[in-house]
């Protein structure tokens, strides 16, 4: 059968054309529209009468009786053919044909999505998938900004339960079914704990279906016996139904299923006998997170279509043991299966958790220093497998994208001073690609938008604390930073209705002064104190006991991180108390500090006027600051020493320290502008001194960062409940360190150069780069608005 292709500029032109060459009695084979007009694949009608003709010919010769035999048995040659069953497979392929080229054309067209293409198979997620969510992936886009639209979409589809009381409703008969070994019985134990904790043991019964599995009742009955709860064990439908006429219309039901294998046809009988029930069970399908993506398609696929009840949702189990999450993460996406709760582990009932989209999708995005991606193309792979070359029409396309630019470039100036007729199209996607590509102005700009908008983040704080803690990882991680610099620090906020109040937080920086994210934020006032871990108190902790919060958050929270603590001053009782958490810490510590050094009492500063200095002369280990101590950085040479010293106090132990001296000399003078001295264990515990120099001079400028934080947080609109004005503080602190970032980062001189000329203020004097560098949130959102950027 001979297909042909016709095109017009309408449908009627493409139809006109398919009679002219092939008759009135055409037949078509599909009509679609493409770039440019309508397609119309057709054939012969003499074409489909000869297949007919064959089909009758083929039947003739069958043997006797093979009429009255399945088309199965029949061979090859005597199978009857299916014209438009021929045909439908021909439009079939044609279809799927067209959709690979389209796809090879996007990839070549955004280079940037063959990079993001190959990161999130890395992370696990599916090929068909993929396609469908990149087809829409913007053009001009950065590599960085590319992969935070990935997941800005992510979060925005993936299915989730908005609440737990969504599940939890009086009367719910809940069954969990999947194949062997996912982990129903233990999940099983872990609801029921749940359901006892909010309703009480009177108000649950469990039953199991597993009397195939040796011990397995017993284990559902030990887990009854430890809630004071009922365990029926049921074999077939029958049971089942007796079961449910004792259970009173306010109780809950949790139903264990013995574990069926996603191929074997019992499958279909444990969905009839739940459907058979007499009373509506709600069945959530459990993903094990470490198996394989094609696995867990195979186990969604037939489970929901095994003929029962629609699955309402999943549990994803054993993300402890899993490389990666986002194959469970897609097949809920792509079967439309609400995910409920995520197992990290086989205590119970503590290891189940009721995660928001935006951390499931940041966990499955995390990068992990253990697994490497051996099942996914590396970019050699993909290189070698396509070739990323431009079609010669994208120039034309390129042009006609900047005179749209130049057409919108008055509307986006509108909002500059004098200054802003000098930028260029160039500079402001420069700045906006600068907002996508820093860490901690990208986080800032999530941040703004969000508390700018008018509907408020149901989100809770605690989502945004881990997320901010998953950025500084991934960071970390994507940088290959050694360790983390975490500097503890305060400030007091403006009034607000005639009450006054305290900031503290926890910033983390690189190892070489990187910005990266502000996780935790504690609030005092009058009202009480409030802190991003969850704890509260009538009244504000003293200083010493609020860093030891900070500190003690981040050391238990986060014990595998790497980090630095830097902090100022304190008393050596403080310092003690640090040092026994057993993490590295530096203290700006005050000249006349007393110390022992040679067996002989002394203080800070005699101590370093003694030591011979030495300096940084190695530009990779300097801080690239813009300005040190209010004058350019490129003037400003760094002087190091250190030297050991001890802490004596009456009736407490020695403790061993180092004293650190950073000296920072004018290259052209040979004059000392500042000097800064320290304390600290972390000589002890690996960190070289030049770290230890960065890390004194960063917590020196960037108390400039706390005064931009509290400028913010008079700028930001007021909220009523405390969550909202931790989150407040949140988008403060983080807003307040990527001005300072937009001030201090050479990374940031155009995008700087563009703020300076939106508030007319070049150079960014004092607190201006707060108003700059919401301008260019400002700047970014509009340009955000406009077609392909344009």
Not at 98 to 124: C, H, K, M, S, Y
Not at 151 to 180: C, F, I, K, M, Y
Not at 483 to 493: C, F, G, K, P, T
Not at 494 to 513: I, N, V
């Amino acid at each position: 059968m001979n297909i042909s292709r016709f095109f017009g500029s309408t449908n009627r032109e493409a139809l006109r054309q398919v009679r002219l060459a092939l008759g009135p009695d055409a037949l078509i084979v599909s009509n679609r529209r493409v770039n440019g007009g309508v397609e119309i694949l057709a054939t012969d009608p003499t074409s489909a009468a000869a297949a007919q003709q064959a089909q009758g010919q083929a039947q003739a010769q069958a043997p006797a009786g093979a009429a009255d035999l399945p088309p199965s048995v029949l061979s090859d040659k005597a199978q009857p053919v299916d014209v438009m069953s021929a045909i439908g497979d021909m439009r079939g392929a044609l279809e799927s044909r067209i959709d690979e080229l389209l796809w090879g054309n996007q990839l070549r067209r955004a280079p940037q999505a063959v990079t993001l293409f190959q990161t999130l198979l890395g992370f696990g997620f599916s090929t068909a998938l993929l396609r469908a969510m990149l087809k829409r992936l913007p053009e001009q886009l950065s590599a960085k900004a590319a992969f935070q639209w990935a997941r800005n979409e992510l979060v925005r589809h993936l299915p989730v339960l908005s609440s737990e009381d969504d599940l939890w409703q009086p009367g719910l008969a809940l069954a969990l079914v999947g194949p062997t070994g996912v982990g129903k019985t233990t999940t099983i134990a872990k609801l029921a704990a749940r359901c006892v904790r909010r309703s009480g043991p009177g108000g649950l019964v469990l039953v199991t279906t597993d009397t195939y599995r040796i011990g397995a009742h017993e284990q559902l009955k030990i887990y009854g016996q430890m809630l004071r709860v009922p365990v029926h064990v049921v074999q077939n439908v029958n049971e089942l139904r007796q079961v449910m006429q004792t259970v009173r219309p306010d109780q809950t039901l949790l139903i264990d299923n013995v574990g069926i294998s996603q191929r074997d046809r019992y499958v279909g009988e444990q969905a009839a006998m739940l459907a058979g029930a007499g009373r509506p069970i709600t069945r959530l399908l459990v993903l094990n997170a470490s198996s394989h993506g094609d696995t867990l398609d195979e186990v969604a696929r037939n489970y929901a279509n095994d003929g029962g009840t629609p699955l309402k949702g999943c549990i994803i189990t054993k993300a402890d043991e899993a490389s990666r999450l986002g194959a469970a993460l897609d097949t809920a996406l792509r079967y439309k299966l609400p995910i409920h709760y995520v197992s990290t582990g086989q205590k119970v009932p503590e290891d189940l958790h009721f995660l928001h989209a935006a951390e499931l999708v940041d966990q499955a995005l995390v990068h992990s220093h253990h697994v490497k991606a051996l099942y996914a193309p590396t970019e050699a792979d993909l290189a070698a497998l396509m070739s990323i070359s431009k079609p010669s029409g994208e120039q034309a396309e390129a042009a006609l994208a900047e005179t749209r630019r130049k057409h919108l470039l008055p509307r986006l100036l509108s909002m500059a001073g004098e200054m802003g007729s000098e930028l260029s199209m160039a500079d402001i996607a420069s700045a906006c690609a600068y907002i996508d590509d820093c860490a901690a102005v990208s986080e800032a700009y999530d941040l703004w938008r969000g508390e700018t908008s008018e509907r408020a983040d149901p989100a809770p704080l605690d989502s945004y604390v881990r997320h901010m803690m998953r950025v500084a990882q991934n960071e970390m991680s994507a940088g290959g930073f050694p360790l983390l610099l975490a500097l503890h620090d305060q400030i007091s906020l403006a009034p607000s209705d005639g009450e006054r109040m305290q900031l503290r937080t926890t910033m983390l920086f690189g190892d070489k002064g990187q910005a990266l994210a502000t996780p935790m934020q504690q609030l005092a006032s009058g009202q009480g104190w409030l802190s991003s871990s969850g704890d509260s108190a009538q009244s504000a902790p003293s200083a010493a006991d609020a860093l030891l919060h900070q500190i003690e958050w981040l050391t238990d929270g986060h014990a595998g991180l790497p980090v630095l603590h830097v902090f100022d001053g304190g008393t050596q009782a403080v310092w003690r108390r640090v040092h026994g958490l057993d993490g590295r810490w530096l203290a700006v510590c005050a000249p006349t500090t007393r110390v022992e050094a040679d067996g002989s009492a002394s203080t800070a500063r005699a101590v370093a006027k003694t030591l011979r200095h030495s300096l940084i002369g190695d530009d990779a280990k300097l801080p690239q600051f813009a300005e040190i101590a209010g004058q350019p950085g490129s003037n400003i040479a760094l002087w190091v020493a250190s030297e050991a010293v001890r802490l004596t106090a009456r009736q407490s132990p020695d403790l061993d320290v180092c004293l650190v001296s950073l000296r920072l000399v004018d290259r052209a003078t040979g004059s000392v502008i500042k000097s800064l001295l320290g304390i600290g264990n972390a000589p002890a515990a690996g960190t070289d001194i030049e770290t230890l120099a960065r890390a004194l001079l960063l917590k020196s400028e960037v108390k400039q960062a706390m005064r931009f934080s509290a400028r913010i947080w008079q700028m930001l609109p007021r909220r009523g409940d405390a969550q909202a004005a931790q989150k407040k503080a949140l988008v403060a602190m983080q807003s307040g360190l990527a001005a300072w970032e937009l001030k201090q980062s050479p990374d940031a001189a155009l995008a700087r150069r563009v703020g300076g000329d939106l508030i007319s203020k070049p150079g960014l004097p004092g607190l201006s780069p707060t108003q700059a560098l919401y301008k260019l949130f400002a700047l970014k959102e509009l340009w955000g608005q406009t077609p392909n950027g344009v």
